[in-house]
């Protein structure tokens, strides 16, 4: 069943900001690093950023350093990416996921995934 369910997906605007979230469905996510993949067509799953259980770190792709922040309130609603600046180039389907290691930069290294949402930003 689905454990990680992602919000705040839309049609924005270059320039414009979205807010996405992920809740856990059905279990928590206590000890987890969280992070946001994104897939746009034609290209592979990639990372977007990441942020650990014990220090709340945070970690990005060079792509969206200093237009994006992730944060982490709880094991319940685990992770949240703050999408500022946004460009056409980020138009993809955004996931989150959970992963036991403290630092996870690949989609193999990740244990639970959510549903993805979609990000469409226009020129």
């Known amino acids: 069943q689905v454990q990680l369910v992602e919000s705040g997906g839309g049609l924005v605007q270059a320039g414009g900001s979205l807010r996405l979230s992920c809740a856990a469905s059905g279990r928590t996510f206590t000890g987890y690093t969280m992070g946001w993949f994104r897939q746009a067509p034609g290209k592979e799953r990639g990372f977007v950023a990441g942020?650990?259980?014990?220090?709340?770190?945070?970690y990005y792709a060079d792509s969206v350093k200093g237009r994006f922040t992730i944060s982490r309130d709880s094991a319940k609603n685990p992770v949240y990416l703050q999408m500022n600046s946004l460009k056409p180039e980020d138009t993809a389907v955004y996931y989150c996921?959970?992963?036991?290691?403290?630092?996870?930069?690949?989609?193999?290294?990740?244990?639970?995934w959510g549903q993805g949402t979609q990000v469409t930003v226009s020129s």
């Open positions: 942020i650990t259980w014990r220090t709340g770190s945070t």
């Open positions: 996921a959970a992963s036991r290691r403290v630092v996870a930069r690949a989609s193999r290294e990740y244990d639970y």
